[in-house]
């Protein structure tokens, strides 16, 4: 059997590997194709993008026609007319020798792309003289075309592949478009479409003769599917106009779903500005404003202590330790001593309880109960381990895995932050009492305070937060539905959310209430210092404001992050009110507030920054980059000293 078995397997092998060579050779004659690529020429045929559209339907995203001049440069007769061809394209000598030297390093005898995204009427002019020019033919593309003027953080744009992803991914080609940031990014696959293929025989002249295999082998282009976002693009349109003039971000979600609804950044700009041949230079303009940061998506990246509104969780963890309870009361005297006389300030005074603990915004309440928390355990490092995981289950201090392609985790600190702090040891809860208040080691993004408001609004369960509503034809990422639960039982949630309710009846929110819309909210208001030409300097405050909205059943959780805007219910607090009237209304009634806002400026405190004026620092963040923007940046070119900002604190006698 033994002296069988091995010339049998060796027959067999033989036998297979001559079947596959009979197969490739005679058979199937795709690799012939490729092997004939001197004699055959590949054209592509670029398929639609997926339009999009907002949570209601709105059309936001569709395409235009665009045409690509492509270039074989082994074709190209010695004898062109390049002045002539340079003319009819508006180049110069020096770029067509650039670009033509660019397509011979990538390929003599493959086709790329010469001279990108020409309109209509750059076309036609082409169009009627492109039989002279041999070696040059002209390809159809679509290109985006925007329906509004705004959520370019959420779009994204479209720009060619580099060679770096063509070597990566072999659906790529020279010259071809690919989604970048936003929904653009994330939805790529499913919103660039297949592309489909013709292949044109050439004889030997090099003259096209006719499709090869009478088009065996051709691929029809299939177009990207469409998407609906969660946003309202409303709620995103107001929220942008809102935001003229300041920076910061908003993020609004609905509880409910974890579907984001508005998610604004500002200073924005128009969409329409990264279309066509202008896109590469505007957003070299864009990317190099390093003052307003117009590409910087404040509502996903930027890093805040949260202030005031993080003293939610401290009540939160410390009712689910047993360490406080509703009637426990702690003296406020505007403040309180600690650790070896240090003393927290506080605006309060008198006693306080959970409740207008919560509505009076107490340092002493919310310091005393998160040292009580930390106490509870006689290894320091393991009560901050327990602290740190009921504040992580809220979906903070991680990167949450919402579906757009930036984002940042924020900080909470846990036992091995402060191993490195102290690695001598000796730190206690007296030692990093500042945690209780949102200040410390504690950073969060605007997104992750909007999911920590809808956490508390669903009484301790909430959804990752998502910007895709529908695909057609596909189902979303189950992970978006998915409920997450906090490790606060659901019982600890009614009595803070009744003292949020009066930060709007009593406390420092009474002045932006909406009637009929029963609101519940947190301010807070955040330190900002900065080294502007080697001296540290005060700016205004950071203001900030969290709220969800109804009480009961709610519908929407906002979190509104203004730099520079003082106190939290100056600007961010009106914001909040105004964005949840007209999301749940469709309307505002609070005019007062709407006018406030919009003709808040805060162009004088950014003008700090950069050491410039004012006119200039209004410049840098026009009205006009949010609405009908050309571009955002600058029409002149100013140069500011180098900062370097510091980290930020929260000042514990303001009343947040």
């Known amino acids: 059997m033994r002296k069988v078995l091995l010339p049998s397997l060796i027959i067999i092998a033989a036998s297979l590997l001559v079947i596959r060579i009979f197969y490739l050779q005679i058979v199937d004659d795709s690799f012939k194709l490729k092997s004939e690529n001197n004699a055959i020429k590949k054209v592509y045929d670029y398929p639609e993008r997926g339009y999009i559209y907002d949570r209601n339907g709105k059309l936001l995203v569709a395409n235009q026609a665009s045409y690509d001049i492509m270039v074989i440069p082994r074709d190209i007769k010695e004898n062109l007319n390049v002045a002539e061809f340079c003319a009819l394209l508006n180049i110069t000598r020096d770029d067509y020798e650039k670009r033509i030297a660019k397509a011979r390093v990538y390929s003599p005898r493959l086709p790329s792309v010469f001279l990108s995204q020409l309109n209509k009427a750059e076309f036609a002019a082409f169009q009627e003289k492109i039989r002279k020019y041999e070696g040059f033919y002209f390809q159809k593309r679509s290109l985006r075309d925007y329906e509004v ?23 790529y080609n020279s010259g071809d478009l690919i989604g970048k940031q936003g929904v653009e990014e994330s939805y790529e696959d499913i919103l660039r479409g297949i592309k489909g293929v013709k292949y044109i025989q050439k004889d030997k002249y090099n003259r096209e003769i006719g499709a090869y295999k009478e088009g065996k082998y051709d691929t029809i282009a299939v177009a990207g599917e469409d998407i609906n976002l969660s946003i309202d693009a409303e709620l995103q349109k107001y929220g942008e106009e809102l935001m003229i003039n300041k920076r910061g971000g908003i993020v609004a979600i609905e509880p409910k779903s974890g579907e984001i609804l508005a998610l604004v950044t500002a200073p924005s700009y128009d969409p329409g500005i990264l279309v066509g041949r202008q896109r590469s230079k505007n957003y070299t303009l864009l990317y190099h404003d390093s003052i307003a940061k117009p590409l910087y998506d404040r509502g996903l990246l930027a890093e805040y202590p949260p ?8 009540g939160l963890v410390a009712l689910q330790e047993g360490v406080i309870n509703e009637q426990t009361t702690f003296m406020c005297h505007h403040g309180f001593s600690y650790g070896g006389g240090r003393f927290m300030k506080c605006h309060g005074f008198g006693p306080h309880q959970l409740h207008n603990g919560i509505y009076n915004s107490c340092n002493t309440y919310f310091g005393q109960a998160y040292m009580l928390t930390i106490n509870k355990y006689s290894d320091p490092g393991k009560a901050v381990d327990v602290w740190s995981g009921h504040v992580k289950s809220f979906g903070l201090g991680q990167f949450m895995g919402y579906d757009l392609p930036t984002g940042k985790k924020g900080n909470i600190p846990t036992s091995k932050t402060y191993k490195k702090i102290y690695p001598n040891g000796g730190w206690r809860s007296s030692t990093i009492v500042s945690n209780a208040i949102g200040q410390g080691e504690v950073l969060m993004t605007p997104i992750q305070l909007a999911n920590m408001m809808a956490t508390v609004a669903n009484q301790g369960y909430y959804y990752t937060p998502h910007i895709i509503k529908k695909i057609e034809g596909k189902k979303i990422d189950p992970k978006f539905t998915e409920k997450h639960t906090t490790t606060i039982d659901q019982k600890y949630f009614p009595p803070v959310i009744s003292g949020l309710f009066d930060v709007y009846n009593k406390g420092t929110a009474y002045a932006l209430r909406v009637n009929g819309i029963d609101i519940c909210g947190k301010t807070g208001t955040a330190e900002n210092y900065a080294k502007i030409n ?10 900030i404001f969290v709220a969800f909205a109804p009480k009961d059943n709610p519908k929407i959780a906002i979190a509104v992050m203004i730099e520079n805007g003082g106190f939290g219910a100056t600007v961010a607090g009106p914001i909040a009110s105004l964005m949840i009237e007209k999301y749940l209304r469709k309307k505002i009634t609070r005019t007062d507030l709407e006018v406030r806002v919009l003709n808040k400026s805060l162009a004088s405190e950014y003008a700090k920054l950069g050491g410039m004026n004012e006119a200039s620092a209004i410049e840098s963040t026009p009205k006009d980059s949010v609405l009908k923007a050309k571009i955002v940046v600058p029409k002149t070119t100013v140069t500011a000293p180098k900062t370097e900002v510091k980290k930020t604190t929260i000042d514990t006698t303001k009343k947040n």
């Open 149 to 171: 003027d705004y959520g370019a953080n959420i779009f994204g744009f479209i720009t060619q592949v580099n060679e770096n992803l063509i070597a990566k991914n072999p659906y």
């Open 307 to 314: 202030g005031s509104p993080f003293k939610i969780l401290t």
């Open 534 to 543: 080697g001296k540290r300097e005060k700016l205004k405050d950071h203001s």
